[in-house]
């Protein structure tokens, strides 16, 4: 258990993690030291280019991957020193996940699907609350439909309800709206938002896009490994431009083989 005296403000910390793969002829250096806090009811965007760390991070982050070296925190209690069984009552009590393919069981219909991590877990479904957050996520009229009919948009929104229904000490979303298209995409990243600003949840999204990261109240870049800066509340623009200088300095720093980016908090 994670000490700290009082309950910690933020959701997620993590402190000079390190992750490498591969053997010593073909060490790839995935984290390199990395040490960030995602603050309780914030919404944070991760980006870089392929390669520079992103799904390890979250991976890292919520205990789906276990770090050489550092310390993640979360929920109060140190992941490393959970037991294989105690990480994944973690997961299943405390973390939500949003997956790009949605990973709906096509057997059960909306509600069903909703409800399944609290009857995994033991636990009464409250019918008020399944019916509000089904009720947000706009698929009121759609409670008895199974994953086969419904657009990905809807898909998405099951999993959206899905993540949050147990009321998550964090969510984590890899690449949420990768496979919908502009519009759906728009309404699944006002949902996001909206339970952050409105419900208090705390949301960690993968993306490449800059439009989804621009309704982030932050946004982390990330380079082989590294932090290599951030923009709060930013728009599409600014966070295009990050990511094109982002690549500039990738590129110069891979021809002289110089990394000098620091840690973010």
Known sequence: MYQSGQPSTDAVTLRSVTKLYGGNRARVVALDGISVSFARGSFTAVMGPSGSGKSTLLHCAAGLDQPDSGTVVLADQDLGRLDEAQLTRMRRDHIGFIFQQFNLLPSLDVV???????RLAGKR????????????????????????????????????ARALVSRPHVTFADEPTGALDTTSASEILDLL??????????????????????????????????????LHEPTADEVARGLTALSSRTTRLGRDGRNTVGTVR
């Open 112 to 118: 069903d699907n909703v409800t399944l991590p609290l």
């Open 125 to 160: 479904a409250d019918p008020a609350l399944v019916n509000r957050i089904i009720e947000q996520v706009g698929l009121g009229g759609r409670r008895g439909h199974r994953p086969g009919e419904l657009s990905g948009g809807q898909q998405q929104r099951v999993a959206i």
């Open 193 to 230: 938002r909206t339970a952050v600003r409105v419900e208090g949840q705390t949301i960690v999204m993968v993306t490449h896009d800059p439009v989804a990261a621009s309704y982030a109240d932050r946004v982390l870049f990330l380079a082989d490994g590294q932090f290599a800066g951030e």
